[in-house]
């Protein structure tokens, strides 16, 4: 019934500029320890908290993510250096050479330099703890990330004025979509900021730390900076989400259910998944991330044209970059769609398509899910492999759908 998608990863980068709303002029903060100018403008990678992660499946698109800017007085640094103490893991066990560990880590995570992760589950002591995932990772260096902030803390303004935009680009090995912000806010009183966080508005369930990140210096130390009343915080930011483009192979559960809703039988089909845009320029980008954007994996369910349908014939080769004009199956225009709820730090969804007893009927080889109705928008094509396809008899009800998951990206630091 549901195949799932290879995971999508998420990472993000942001730089801080101040600006004089007097004159509309870029202006230079003052370092509040040295005393030294400050004029930022170089990019540092920030983070996406859990909190943040978890709104990715509830705002309706990326833009939205990230509406509002907050500005902090007291954010922590957010990826703590080990410095000469190394830590290794073996079985859900992290030891440390040294003492760095403390009660407040759980909920934390610890990332190697190796790109390994966990997330700290219980305090052992300060040189040890216990994590989520088992595994073995050899002693080096590591950081410990504050994915737990949920609130900015020490709260100091907000503000919305801006603008964001989803650009589409692509590599050898994925669809790459950058949602690109940028966000302001006008200072009422002179204040010291060392931090930011970016998150969506109140409509949306507001999350004011979404995306956090200190103040930095050239060199990426934090610092705290002085401003005046009347000059304004200015963030710029790159959301990066990607999404490999290679088809993957997938096994797909079917139950089948008569009129009555009774299960008839379970079968298994081999299929592959992939998403496949009409063309290999920029207009493929939003059609793409709407089918696979977790807020509502917007799949377009109308009853004319091109839109999600079950396929009647193996029409794709695997990957394939078009998305012409397909056989569907008979009277697979009248679908339901459903789409799953949300568990809390679970990031994945679902979505279904279900054809009733009277629709879709004959040999079905997959589906596939549109995010508009004409012919050369983008899809998500779930096809059973070569020489399989299954009967939908005239009597049952049939249902494929897809699930995507994501999560941060850790070696990007």
């Known amino acids: 019934m549901i195949g799932k998608t290879a995971q999508m990863s998420v990472s993000s980068r942001a730089r801080i500029t101040f600006i004089d709303m007097e004159t509309g002029e870029r202006v230079p903060a003052i370092n509040a320890e040295t005393g030294e100018e400050v004029w930022g403008g170089d990019w540092h990678p920030n983070m996406i908290t859990d909190a943040g992660l978890d709104r990715i499946a509830g705002v309706p698109s990326p833009t939205r993510l990230i509406d509002e800017i907050t500005l902090s007085g007291s954010m922590p640094e957010i990826k703590e250096r080990s410095g000469s103490i190394t830590a290794s893991q073996s079985g859900a066990t992290v030891t440390a050479s040294a003492a760095f560990f403390q009660a407040a880590d759980v909920g934390r995570a610890i990332v190697w330099d190796d790109g390994s992760n966990a997330r700290i589950t219980s305090f052992v002591s300060a040189t040890e703890v216990q994590v989520d995932v088992t595994q073995v990772v050899p002693e080096q260096p590591f950081e410990r990330w504050h994915v737990e902030i949920s609130s900015v803390p020490g709260f100091v303004q907000r503000g919305n004025t801006g603008a964001s935009e989803v650009i589409a680009d692509y590599d050898d090995d994925h669809w790459i979509f950058r949602i690109v912000s940028w966000r302001q806010v006008e200072l009422s009183a002179a204040s010291n900021v060392n931090g930011f966080g970016l998150g969506p508005n109140q409509q949306w369930g507001r999350v004011d730390a979404a995306i956090i990140e200190c103040v930095r210096d050239a060199s990426g130390n934090p610092i705290t900076v002085s401003l005046l009343a009347g000059k304004a915080v200015r963030v710029d930011h790159e959301l990066t989400m990607r999404y490999p483009r290679a088809s993957k192979q997938v096994t797909v559960q079917i139950d089948e259910y ?48 091109y839109a999600s349908r079950f396929l009647a014939s193996r029409f794709f080769t695997p990957g394939d970059l078009t998305s012409g004009s397909p056989n569907y199956a008979p009277n697979s225009s009248q679908q339901a769609f459903a789409l799953s709820d949300y568990t809390a730090r679970s990031r994945r969804r679902a979505k279904t398509m279900t054809a009733a007893a009277a629709h879709a009927n004959g040999n079905v080889h997959g589906a596939m899910f549109r995010s508009g109705s004409s012919g050369s928008i983008a899809a998500l094509v779930l096809q059973f492999q070569e020489g399989e396809a299954m009967v939908k008899e005239s009597s049952h009800t049939l249902t494929l759908g897809f699930e995507v998951s994501w999560d941060r990206d850790y070696t990007v630091s």
């Open 258 to 305: 008569d009129a009555g809703n009774q299960l008839i039988g379970t079968s298994e089909h081999v299929a592959d998944l992939w998403g496949a845009p009409s063309n290999l320029t920029n207009l493929f980008g939003d059609a793409l991330l709407n089918v696979l954007w977790p807020g509502n994996l917007n799949i377009n369910s109308t009853t004319v044209g």
